[in-house]
């Protein structure tokens, strides 16, 4: 069945520029998430990226699609503090767009 | 305005007793969702409802029972649950209308089950 992968953690240096990657299996994902999950929070939607783009930048964030290697990446700029969470990638395809396949999450750190 | 909230934040409850759980959104969105979380884990899906009629249930036993009584409001009344059932409940709503069906989150209802 469809699968989502992502590095358990990652740990960085602030300032430091982050970058999360998460790969998938359903070349029909149509509609890439990146949620952030701060400890005993709930989902923050933070980007998303269709599959007709192949890059998105929002503020810090950006966002690269490889459809051909089915790989997505998040980068965080001048990475904080306050970026300290887990990150979960999520896909969907148009067939079944309420049901996402999510990544077990990358647990990012940064050190001061 | 992108807010989803739920009550209560904390619930801890026996086994025998029955609670329920309250989502709200007043986004105008015409789908919503509940979700189970263990900690460090994704979240699992455990219904959807469209235009306040479910649409999906993932096979969720009948402890759990969900209610959309009207398109800004979600319940999930749980009895008897189980020890194993402690975990965050997410609620998340999105535009039920189109092709593209973005989630937004509320804050979770932390719950433990003694």
């Known amino acids: 069945g469809e699968d989502v992968e992502q590095s358990l953690f990652l740990s960085v240096r602030e300032g430091d520029s982050s970058v999360i990657n998460c790969t998938y299996t359903?070349?029909?994902?149509?509609?890439l998430y990146w949620y952030k999950q701060e400890p005993g929070a709930g989902l923050q939607l933070l980007t998303y990226i269709f599959s007709n783009m192949d890059m998105k930048q929002d503020q810090r964030l950006t966002v690269l699609l490889n459809k051909k290697d089915k790989h997505l990446s998040l980068r965080i700029a001048d990475t904080q503090t306050g970026d300290s969470a887990i990150y979960f990638c999520a896909v969907g395809n148009a067939g079944n767009n309420r049901k996402l396949i999510w990544g077990l999450g990358t647990s990012l750190a940064v050190n001061p | 305005d992108t807010e989803v909230t739920q009550t209560p934040k904390h619930l801890v409850m026996g086994m025998t007793n029955k609670k329920s759980l309250k989502c709200e959104q007043h986004?105008?969105?015409?789908?919503m969702y509940w979700y189970k979380q263990k900690a460090k884990k994704p979240p699992e899906l455990m219904f959807v409802?469209?235009?306040?009629?479910?649409?999906i249930n993932e096979s969720v036993p009948s402890r759990f029972s969900p209610e959309c009584p009207n398109s800004s409001l979600l319940n999930l009344h749980l009895h008897a649950l189980q020890p194993e059932d402690s975990a965050l409940y997410l609620c998340?709503?999105?535009?039920?209308?189109?092709?593209?069906?973005?989630?937004?989150f509320g804050p979770g209802t932390r719950l433990l089950v003694l």
């Open positions: 359903d070349s029909s994902s149509t509609y």
């Open positions: 409802y469209s235009y306040e009629k479910l649409s």
């Open positions: 998340a709503s999105s535009q039920g209308t189109g092709e593209v069906e973005t989630q937004y």
């Open positions: 986004m105008g969105h015409r789908a």
